[in-house]
Nanobody, 118 residues
């Protein structure tokens, strides 16, 4: 059974940094796309970052230049380094793993709260 577990969330002041981790188990996770999404109160879940199996990252415009995603396939873990945090980054952050090309399937973590105070 696939399970994704996020860690590293918390409360930080504006301008600070946090590093989120997503530990995956119950399968192999080197060939799919490892991603991060977030959901703020009253808003829809939105894309934050992803990293392809090749190691190529993509970022939402709102976090480009501040967030960095990486993955360690040997540990079945991927990361989101968040720098220069802003109050508008406050949200529940979810890690995601997408497998399959013709018929993609998404796995989700349970979410971790990130709160940025002004």
């Amino acid at each position: 059974q696939v399970q994704l577990v996020e860690s590293g969330g918390g409360l930080v002041q504006a301008g600070g940094s946090l590093r989120l981790s997503c530990a995956a188990s119950g399968g192999t996770f080197s060939s799919g796309v490892a991603g991060w999404f977030r959901q703020a109160p009253g808003k829809e879940r939105e894309f934050v970052a992803r990293i392809w199996s090749s190691g190529t990252p993509n970022y939402a415009n709102s976090v480009k230049g501040r967030f960095t995603t990486s993955r360690d396939n040997a540990k079945n873990t991927w990361y989101l380094q968040m720098n220069s945090l802003k109050p508008e980054d406050t949200a529940v952050y979810y890690c995601n793993y997408r497998t399959g090309i013709v018929v993609p399937f998404d796995y989700w973590g349970q979410g971790t709260q990130v709160t940025v105070s002004s």
